[in-house]
């Protein structure tokens, strides 16, 4: 809202603040890593992996995703402010991460998992776990950049730690009880009769591993991943038996590095919200953005890991910063390559098709912008092919049924539209689309009971206001015409035609000065029109404002020199002044 208030709808500033703020993240996760574990080149290959891995580019180049880039700010902010409460404990820098970690939540409640990697990072690197230790005293060991002697014990480290966090874990609770609390009044719940539960571990397990496969080698990636109607048996047991060895080889194996079992335990617990065990709305099978925070803990076991495991390497330093930068490198022309799918929605869902199979949500995203360019033997060619994927899919029968009354198929476009319906009875789209139909064919009064029920279900349907108001001007009803398209310049205040059909109403009723005042507005909408500045300068012309409406007549005429109806108002008024000029007296 912020951006469109200070930008407008032009994206180049919405893609530009997305990218600022995606360089904030990768700087201040570096500056967090940093300060956390003081290694440098780790912190700084794990920052420039997520700046730059072709995975991110989704989060980043959607402009209303801006939700994912923003929430991170905020949960990488809140790790910066806890890692100064460990070290130097306080109330107030407690609040201030807790106030942050809210802020993260209003963002995006997909942040619910942050208090369980705070927990992760006492285990390591503040390693506030150590049996014995005094609670009070680590802030200052770790201070010191080591590990103290074991002190008197106290309390139990795990309890303190767990009560330290509860805070947290009461607003992730809070924002999750909100969350479901959304999804049930606005009815998009998916039940598990539509998607039973055994469906949903199976391609969450899967989803597990092909996140790390498109983190090893980014390819055919895509903006929407169909869900999967089925998941083959063997393939959820694989990938379950794969997690279960990873997951005892980072806990058990490695448990003399603890960095290995965080790292892992942060890419499982960060990807439970979007694991698909609940799901809400049109819910892909797994999505590049969601992948956004996950994988900095699989980056983070790369990071410290390959060093160590190069450990005894001759030259390890410089093998280490040639493989980093051959690495970095390769990412940069990934992402690149990636970028180029999102020049346009064309481009991007032509992409999706290519690399998905049977994606529905793909071919019907062809439709709009085809149908925005006036290609609609593609756009409708689009649209059969979703619906021969999904036949049960109505956002696909009104889009169709719409691009249909483009071509004049009325018939057909009817047929679809009264399905779309019969699918989903509350779609107000829908409503609007048949009734454009219906009023093709000249059927008024079916016409208009659908647009009243767009109405009663959507109060603010433009479509259906200017419908109506156009129906209501044929059948000379004045007053009921100006009053639907009053409401449609008020839905659509920048709408040209909504404006200039107002005014003419207006003139219609003898509303003279209102007439002038929505006549004028959509000229300085704009682009400027020599109808409008004709018909302006009629009502001009029963205003008696002579001078004002030559003015207009003479620029309808230098936008469209060949307009006669034009011409000919302007030699009418031009005669009727010299009419009533006075005769001059003889000379003597």
Known sequence: MLDCHLFGVSPVMHHLINLLIHVANSLILFLVFKRMTGAVFSSAFVAAVFALHPLNVESVAWVTERKNVLSTLFWLLTMWVYTDYVRRGGLLRYSVALLLFALGLLAKPMLVTLPFVLLLLDYWPFERFRPGRNFDEIGKDNEKGGVSSVSEYRRPVLARLILEKVPFFALSLISAYLSSLSVRRLGINVSTKLVPV??????????????????????????????????????????????ICISVLMIWVFRSRRYPAVGWLWYLGALIPVSGLVQAGLWPAMADRWAYVPLVGLFTIIAWGVPDLLAKLRHRNIVLGTTALMVLLALSVCTNLQLRHWRSSIALFQHTIEVTEDNYQAHFSMIKPLRQQGRTAGAIEHGYKALKINPNYPSAHNSLGAVLIDSGEINKAIAHLRRALQLKPDFPAAHVNLGA??????????????????????????????????????????????????????????????????????ARQGRFNEAVRHYSKALRIGPESAGLHNVLAVVLTKQGKIDQAITHFKQALRLDPDAEDVRANLNAILALMKQAEPNEPNQP
């Open 437 to 506: 139909a219906l009023f093709k064919q000249g059927d008024l009064d079916e016409a208009t009971r659908h647009f009243y029920e767009a109405l009663q279900l959507d109060t603010n349907s433009f479509g259906a206001h200017i419908n109506l108001a156009t129906i209501f001007m044929q059948l000379g009803e004045i007053e009921k015409a100006v009053e639907h398209y009053t409401e449609a310049a008020r839905i659509k205040p920048d709408f040209v035609d909504a404006h200039n059909n107002l005014g003419y109403a207006l």
């Open 198 to 243: 055994r469906l949903r571990i199976a391609n969450a397990l899967t989803s597990y591993m092909s996140y790390i496969g498109k983190m090893l080698w980014p390819r055919k990636l895509a903006v929407f991943y169909p869900y999967p109607d089925t998941v083959p048996l063997w393939q959820a047991i694989v990938a379950l038996l794969v997690l």
